[in-house]
């Protein structure tokens, strides 16, 4: 999977916002904390695919420094929800959860800044309409059998990235209970 179309470029390089006031946040020249912000593209109305994948449910940001991210998120409006120490016998880090629009930002940092690099985006949390449909149409080759997720009451598999050509992580995650893919 190439997603962006130079193959001497791993993982997503950027990504589009649409701003609150209805410009586009690459016309207003912004990045958030080194990920480059590109002109939103037009998408075609949506098709089904036969993999049953619907959309996209988080984002998960990896950052050295989690107080500059959530700060640049701020200056675009996005404001942090939670947060939550993930310190459990590893370096002290947390994540911290923010909405932009219908997608999860889940910012994952150390607690105390370690270092001046900019954020990347880490992973990619797609929703299925289907999760078993969806494992199956991918195979035991390219993705994982499902299990519990930490969302109580969702299901989770990972898409084996090398498997489908992907140097971005991916998981498929079944839909937010009644709610829809990616409601709160």
Do not use: Y
Request: some cysteine.
């Amino acid at each position: 999977m190439d997603l962006t179309g130079d193959h001497t470029v791993e993982g997503v390089t950027g990504w589009a916002f649409d701003h609150p006031g209805g410009s586009n946040l690459a016309d207003i020249g912004h990045d958030i904390d080194g990920i480059g912000l590109v002109r939103a593209i037009e998408a075609p109305g949506a098709q089904d695919h036969p993999n049953g994948i619907v959309g996209l449910d988080h984002v998960v940001v990896m950052t050295p420094n989690i107080d500059r991210t959530v700060a640049a998120l701020l200056t675009l409006g996005i404001e942090p929800r939670r947060r939550r120490d993930l310190s459990r016998g590893r370096k002290p880090s947390q994540q911290v959860f923010c909405w932009a629009g219908d997608v999860i930002l889940e910012v994952v940092g150390p607690t105390e800044a370690a270092g001046d690099g900019p954020a990347h985006i880490w992973g990619l949390a797609l929703v299925s309409g289907d999760l078993d449909a969806t494992v199956a149409w991918f195979g035991p080759d390219r993705c994982s059998t499902t299990a519990a997720a930490v969302q109580a009451g969702r299901r989770i598999a990972t898409i084996h990235r090398r498997a489908i050509g992907s140097s971005t992580r991916l998981v498929v995650m079944s839909p937010h209970g009644s709610r829809g893919v990616g409601a709160p």
